[in-house]
């Protein structure tokens, strides 16, 4: 199985997508905004939901290769958002288990 750094460096985004979501992460708050596209109740670990992230990322990415007319640009851009600051929470944790 890939490591998910490494599944996170294979994704191919258009870079209008990459950059609006760089963006945004200097905003990201895992509480409030985790809650909002997970749905609320207990969140799990980062690493966790990093990989249901990519999953739902995945789904929504389909549906804009597929020009579906549900495709959501925002609800895309949050859930890139939301996975670049999950990424950075477990490099973090990586970090500090090392040290």
């Known amino acids: 199985m890939q490591d998910v750094f490494s599944m996170l460096t294979a994704l191919r985004r258009p870079r209008l997508l990459i950059r609006a979501a760089r963006i945004g992460q200097a905003e990201y708050n895992r509480d409030r905004h985790l809650q909002r596209i997970l749905g609320y109740g207990s969140l799990p670990r980062p690493a966790v939901a990093l990989l249901r992230l990519m999953e739902m990322e995945r789904e929504i990415d389909d549906q ?16 890139l958002i939301a996975m670049m600051g999950e990424a950075q929470l477990v490099q973090a944790n990586r970090a500090s288990l090392q040290d």
């Open 64 to 79: 804009r290769r597929a020009e579906d007319a549900g495709y959501s640009l925002s609800r895309h851009v949050d859930l």
